[in-house]
Structure formats: structure tokens, C-alpha cells
């Protein structure tokens, strides 16, 4: 089943994730295959809450091992399925959603809690949160094509941000 749709610019294509079984992914461009991947002999890997950037050739993915029940977010390119980088996942406080920024530079992972995460997309190193005041905790991340990230809370808000200065927008 599909499990995450992209469409390029200005409509021009349509990248669509789909899980086929526990540890194998699909990517597809428009119509045609584009690269499918299988990791472990058993399948002992659970991919989850895919990202993919708005050109199609990245993408990120929350690997759980269902042997240890340790997550790792993956950055893979979308054409092998190639790992790039690799950021460890706190157990207490597992990944939620993963975004992509509109130049496919910067990854925002949202776990339970008031702090979106913000990470390097080519090498998965900490660039800053977005650290939300109050009590409400965010429940969605969502990035606009020009740069902005908007970032839904419990209480019914919505917050823009400036993706690179990890500030919010006035």
C-alpha cells in the first residue's frame, strides 16, 4: 500500500513510497519503477513515516529493528535506496514524521513533544529545534515549496518558521 506521495514542480511527476512488506520499500516515478530495496534475509527491519524530497531523490525513512526495537532515521537516495546518513532515535522519544525542506537540505523529524528536531540532510548532523513555548506539544510539520515551516500544535496553532535560522516567522 502506498505510504507517502510527492508530486515535483509544477506537476511534472508524482513519487509515490510504497511498503510492500516488513523491510522492502518501492519507490515509483510516475508510471514506471524506479528502485526497490530489501534489507536483512528476514525482513527484520520495519520502515515507517517516509519522507521524500520534492525533486524525488531523497529520501528518509524511520528503520525500526524488530529484533532490538531500536529506530534509526535513514536519509537514503530514492534511486538505490543507498544510506547516506543515519541519526540515532532516542527509545523514550521515537520519530513521529519526518519532513523534508523545499531544497531537500534539511530534515525535520518531530517526535511526541513541544521541539521539532532539525538535522543536516546529506550528513544528519543537528542543526537546531524549533522549540515550540508553552504546553501544547506539535502534531504535524509541513514545509512550503518557497522555504517555510509550518508546524501544528494540540491547541489549534499553527506556527510558520524560518527554516535556516530555526526562528519563527513574524
Known amino acids: 500500500y502506498t505510504v507517502a506521495v510527492n508530486i515535483g514542480p509544477a506537476d511534472t511527476w508524482i513519487a509515490r513510497l510504497l511498503l510492500r512488506r ?4 518501492r519507490v515509483e516515478d510516475g508510471p514506471a519503477f524506479r528502485t526497490d530495496w530489501f534489507e536483512g534475509p ?6 515507517k513515516i517516509p519522507a521524500i524530497s520534492a525533486e524525488g531523490s531523497t529520501l ?3 528503520r525500526r529493528d524488530c529484533s532490538t526495537g531500536r529506530e534509526t532515521v535513514e536519509i537514503r537516495d530514492a534511486a538505490t535506496g543507498e544510506v547516506r546518513a543515519q541519526i540515532r532515535s532516542d ?4 520519530a513521529c514524521q519526518l ?4 531544497d531537500g537540505s534539511r530534515l525535520f523529524v518531530r517526535p511526541n513533544g513541544r521541539a521539532v528536531r532539525v538535522h ?6 543537528p542543526l537546531g529545534e524549533l522549540v515550540h513555548p508553552g504546553r501544547p506539544y506539535v502534531t504535524a ?13 494540540t491547541d489549534g496553532t499553527v506556527t510558520l518558521w524560518d527554516a535556516e535560522a530555526c526562528q519563527p516567522l513574524q
Not at 527509545?91 to 521515537?94: G, Q, V
Open 22 to 25: 516488513p523491510g522492502s520499500h
Open 42 to 47: 528476514d525482513g527484520g527491519s520495519w520502515f
Open 60 to 62: 528518509a525513512v524511520a
Open 91 to 94: 527509545p523514550a522519544d521515537p
Open 99 to 102: 519532513a523534508l525542506s523545499a
Open 120 to 125: 543536516d540532510a546529506s550528513t544528519g548532523a
Open 141 to 153: 510539520v509541513a514545509v512550503h515549496p518557497r522555504g517555510p515551516v509550518a508546524c501544528a500544535r
